[in-house]
């Protein structure tokens, strides 16, 4: 199993930005997605999750309201972060995760990392 992330940049406050999560090696029926962050000098956190057959979806506190995570309905391999009201504070590399096991926002769940796409938000 292998895993892209994709759609990084650089944005101004308040604007919004969509990354991609492109999973290959595997079909994800049953598996958990999340997207986790970790911003410089800091531990990585826990961004949103997705158990991809239900499409049950959990939040950080910090995000909720603001970022959607969701399936490529088109693409069915493909995990989305619909991110709105991007602030300075969600400065950070991103990451995609897949968990075997349930809904987690603990990094040491998931077993499979993807390379991070930088995000930078400017005020």
């Known amino acids: 199993v292998q895993l892209q992330a994709f759609g990084g940049g650089v944005v101004q406050s308040g604007r919004l930005l969509r990354l991609s999560c492109a999973v290959s090696g595997r079909t994800l029926t049953g598996y958990v997605m999340g997207w986790f962050r970790q911003a410089p000098g800091k531990e990585r956190e826990f961004v949103a999750a997705?158990?991809?057959?239900?499409?049950?979806?959990?939040y950080a506190d910090s995000v909720k309201g603001r970022f959607t995570i969701s399936r490529d309905n088109a693409k069915n391999t493909v995990l989305l972060l619909q991110m709105y009201s991007l602030k300075p504070e969600d400065t950070a590399v991103y990451y995609c995760?897949?968990?075997?096991?349930?809904?987690?926002?603990?990094?040491?769940?998931?077993?499979?990392w993807g390379v991070g796409t930088q995000v930078t938000v400017s005020s």
């Open positions: 997705l158990r991809w057959g239900a499409r049950t979806t959990y």
């Open positions: 995760a897949l968990n075997r096991e349930g809904l987690s926002n603990v990094a040491t769940d998931y077993d499979v």
